[in-house]
Structures are given as structure tokens and as C-alpha cells.
């Protein structure tokens, strides 16, 4: 199944948000979400900054800073 990687850092409650609205979204899909923490990796957080949360697959940006539903829903579709 899919595997998303959320980039985040802690006491973001932008990024908890955006966790949790995308936890249920896959809850019972098979698909699995990675947070990473931006703040533990020098690159990761020389490359977003204060740009978290971002949500992908892969290289794909699906979301920045807010659920976008749109594209989760499209990304589930072509994931089935």
C-alpha cells in the first residue's frame, strides 16, 4: 500500500492538525503516514524552513500547511 511522509516539527499545532485530519482520512486504507521531524535534520530543514506541515508521496507535494481534500481523496483514488 501507499506510504505518505508528513513533514513536521514538534509543538507545531498546525502540523498536529494536519496529522490527525489525515490519520482518519487513511484509517482503514492500508496506507501508512511517516512524520518526519524537519528540526532533527540540518538539509530537511535548511530545504522547508518554516513551510511544515507539507504532506507527500514521494517527491509529490500533495498538501501545504492545510488539509487539502481534493487532492487526499485523488491520491486515495489512484492508491486503491
Keep these: 500500500m501507499g506510504k505518505l511522509t508528513l513533514y513536521t516539527r514538534t509543538g507545531c499545532p498546525l502540523c498536529e492538525e494536519l496529522a490527525a485530519e489525515v490519520h482518519a482520512l487513511l484509517a ?3 496506507h501508512g503516514l511517516t512524520p518526519v521531524d ?3 535534520d540540518p538539509s ?4 522547508y524552513g518554516w513551510e511544515v506541515p ?3 508521496d514521494g517527491d509529490t ?3 501545504r500547511h492545510q488539509l487539502n481534500l481534493p487532492a487526499i481523496q485523488e491520491w486515495l483514488r489512484a492508491h486503491v
Design 28 to 30: 482503514g486504507t492500508g
Design 38 to 40: 524537519v528540526d532533527t
Design 44 to 47: 530537511l530543514k535548511a530545504k
Design 54 to 56: 507539507l504532506l507527500f
Design 61 to 63: 507535494e500533495i498538501c
